[in-house]
């Protein structure tokens, strides 16, 4: 069975920077292409950034554009999100998204979210 385990979330000040992990765990399993959302209270869930399978291509939500930073190990089977200059309107439930691969099948999964607070 595959889950997908977020971490590093927390209360911060605006201008301040956390880092977000996403460690993946399962049988034989691979990870394509993966990405970050996030959920505010009262707001649909909205995508934040993605990265490809071998990690040459991002893509990143305007408002984050210049100050996240997504990136992937994948020798650890873990996914990041560095995120720097944090403002107010950045706090939300932050998820990990993952297409993965077994030997039984491909298909998405989620984590089950870090909470980012950020502070005015």
């Known amino acids: 069975q595959v889950r997908l385990v977020e971490s590093g979330g927390g209360l911060v000040q605006a201008g301040g920077s956390l880092r977000l992990s996403c460690a993946a765990s399962?049988?034989?399993?691979?990870?394509?292409?993966m990405a970050w959302f996030r959920q505010a209270p009262g707001k649909e869930r909205e995508f934040v950034a993605g990265?490809?399978?071998?990690?040459?291509?991002?893509d990143y939500k305007d408002s984050v554009k210049g100050r996240f930073t997504i990136s992937r190990d994948d020798t650890k089977n873990t996914l990041y999100l560095h995120m720097n200059s944090l403002k107010p309107e950045d706090t939300a439930v932050y998820y990990c998204?993952?297409?993965?691969?077994?030997?039984?099948?491909?298909?998405?999964?989620w984590g089950q979210g870090t909470q980012v607070t950020v502070s005015s």
């Open positions: 998204n993952a297409l993965v691969t077994t030997t039984r099948d491909t298909q998405y999964y």
């Open positions: 399962g049988r034989a399993l691979s990870l394509m292409a």
């Open positions: 990265i490809s399978r071998n990690g040459g291509y991002t």
